[in-house]
């Protein structure tokens, strides 16, 4: 089954049921949409086979034109929405993308590609036009996992991979029913919101509600108006909330008597209180609506005080793990009674996951194999020898444990990625790549740091004698700006002594760290 013959299917099952909530579209009213979409990218000129680029933020021509995309025969291109013209440009051309769907917004002057207005109202439709017969190891996605500059990791994920991710998310119905609405404001582009924003509504037969805004006023309208069951976010947005909840409840005195509730409510209500029990936990958990029985969390490592207090609101809390090469949550909690804090859970479906070489601690790496796991990079066979076994087990370069559950929990990264509390990624590569062109700098290391408890990319720079702090962050800061904001560093040290390496000359990023926070780099930029 292809992505589109999905939707079919969904539409077979539950024509009538709200797709996209806040357009009234029904998923019988999708087929309609997407061969409208269709017909118009097909007279813009896109075949089967062909590359199309898709830069949005979450509107519904989003959806249709991904369902177009793939009506036709052809693969898509996610691209973030926050990166820069240059960026685009270098990934249009590493996959021979000649057309670009985006918002007005996001269009600027190239020679690397076209740009077509998503928002266009489509005129007709050609009811000859049939969809194109894609087979399950076809290409569906494409998307950039190690930086949009420099050599570059590029995930092409089949429609067999999506289609098994679909399948897989079966194991949360405990958590996830038809009918309800998830929340969609995580970004489509991004694998976490695009398996639980859209992979998952069209499994279950849920409605999706897209909102293209991160402002918490239009947030919190749409949570009091529509009033969603499900909600994913990054752990971070779930601390925010925690924040001013609690801040919200402590600003009227009466944190003392919440949190004693809170924390006593199974015997409160063995002694027949669950009447005030409940009518405190309701006045809180109708910040979201008052039906959201189920949040989510991925992208990064969520603290145990956070998840408790969720829990604690009798709503469901639940942790994935996975990555662009297994189409997101390959790992999701389970509904355990009593599960043990930082755990992101077991796998999902018929995925196998492995820890290998573990450690006195029971540490080690995990490697993970099943039909959403993606065949291997894009042109890119080295990075696909080293990352591969011979079963066809894919090393997620993430070190984990095992509880007595059976859920693991994340210990570390051997890869040197760094996850800002966004959830957002930001590889060291690209970043060394191009400060290293820096006149006067020997070497640079980039590596995940806390600064005033905010998780950012900081430096290390080796540099020639003479260079000094003031022209060092004038050049970082201009080549900060051939990359998207948040991948800036802002913060780093500069020291005259070579940076420490291995003996194939590669610099010891975590010995680097430590000599940081041992004091032996004191001339910062913070």
């Known amino acids: 089954m292809n992505m589109y013959e999905l939707l079919e299917d969904r539409v077979k099952k539950t024509p009538k049921t709200l797709f996209l909530v806040r357009e009234n579209v029904t ?68 996959t021979d993308c000649k057309l670009v769907c985006a918002e007005k917004s996001f269009f600027y002057d190239t ?5 077509f207005d998503i928002e266009t109202k489509d005129e007709k439709s050609d009811a000859k036009l049939k969809p194109y017969p894609l087979k399950d190891d076809d290409i569906a996605t494409l998307s950039f996992t190690s930086g949009s500059t420099g050599v570059p990791k590029i995930v092409p994920l089949t429609h067999k991979n999506l289609v098994s991710c679909s399948e897989s998310l079966e194991s949360l119905n405990v958590f996830l029913h038809p009918g309800e609405m ?48 499900v909600i994913p976010a990054v752990p971070k947005l779930w601390e925010i909330f925690r924040k001013k909840i609690i801040d919200g409840v402590k600003a009227k005195k009466k944190w003392g008597l919440v949190s004693f509730i809170m924390n006593h409510q199974k015997f409160l209500r063995a002694i027949g209180l669950g009447k005030l029990v409940d009518k405190v936990l309701n006045q809180i958990r109708a910040v979201f609506g008052g039906r959201a029985h189920c949040l989510v969390a991925g992208g990064a490592a969520t603290k145990p005080e956070v998840e408790k207090f969720y829990n604690q609101l009798g709503m469901n809390f639940v942790q994935g793990y996975g990555m662009t090469e297994t189409v997101g949550p390959i ?21 196998c996951c492995e820890i ?70 930001v590889y060291p590569d690209e970043l060394e790549g191009l400060f290293i062109e820096i006149d006067g700098v020997k070497s640079v290391a980039v590596f995940e740091h806390e600064v005033n408890d905010k998780t950012v990319a900081y430096g290390v720079f080796s540099v020639e004698e003479g260079m ?41 990023h975590h010995v680097v760290r430590q000599w940081l926070i041992d004091g032996k780099y004191p001339n910062r930029h913070e």
Not at 54 to 83: C, K, M, Q
Not at 332 to 349: D, E, H, N, T, V
Not at 481 to 492: I, R
């Open 27 to 94: 998923f019988e009213d999708m087929p309609k949409l997407v061969l409208a979409r269709a017909t118009t990218l097909r007279d813009a000129g896109v075949k089967a086979g062909d590359t199309v680029g898709l830069l949005s933020h979450n509107i519904p021509e989003f959806i249709s034109t991904l369902f177009a995309i793939w009506y036709l025969g052809a693969r898509v291109l996610l691209l973030d929405t926050n990166l820069t013209g240059a960026e685009y440009d270098n990934m249009t051309h590493l």
């Open 356 to 425: 290998r070489n573990k450690g006195d601690d029971g540490i080690g790496m995990l490697w993970v194999r099943g039909d959403q796991v993606f065949g291997g990079y894009l042109n890119n066979e080295d990075a696909n020898r080293e990352c591969f076994d011979k079963d066809g087990f894919f090393c997620t370069g993430d070190l984990v444990s095992m509880d007595k559950n059976g859920e693991f929990h994340f210990a570390g990264r051997k890869k040197q990625v760094i996850v800002l509390d966004s959830g957002k990624n």
């Open 182 to 229: 998830m929340y969609a404001f995580l970004p489509l582009y991004h694998v976490f919101g695009f398996a639980v924003g859209f992979l998952a509504p069209l499994h279950f037969g849920m409605g999706i509600l897209l909102q293209s805004t991160i402002n918490p006023n239009a947030i919190l309208q749409d949570f009091a108006q529509y009033k969603p069951q």
């Open 468 to 508: 000094t702090m003031d022209k060092l962050a004038a050049e970082i800061a201009e080549k900060n700006k051939k990359v998207a904001p948040y991948k800036w560093v802002t913060h780093f040290a500069m020291t005259t002594d070579d940076l420490p390496v291995t003996s194939t000359q590669k610099i010891k």
């Open 331 to 351: 790992c999701c909690s389970k509904p355990l009674k009593k599960r043990i804090a930082y755990a992101f859970g077991a796998p999902l479906g018929e995925n």
């Open 111 to 115: 020679k690397n590609f076209k740009f």
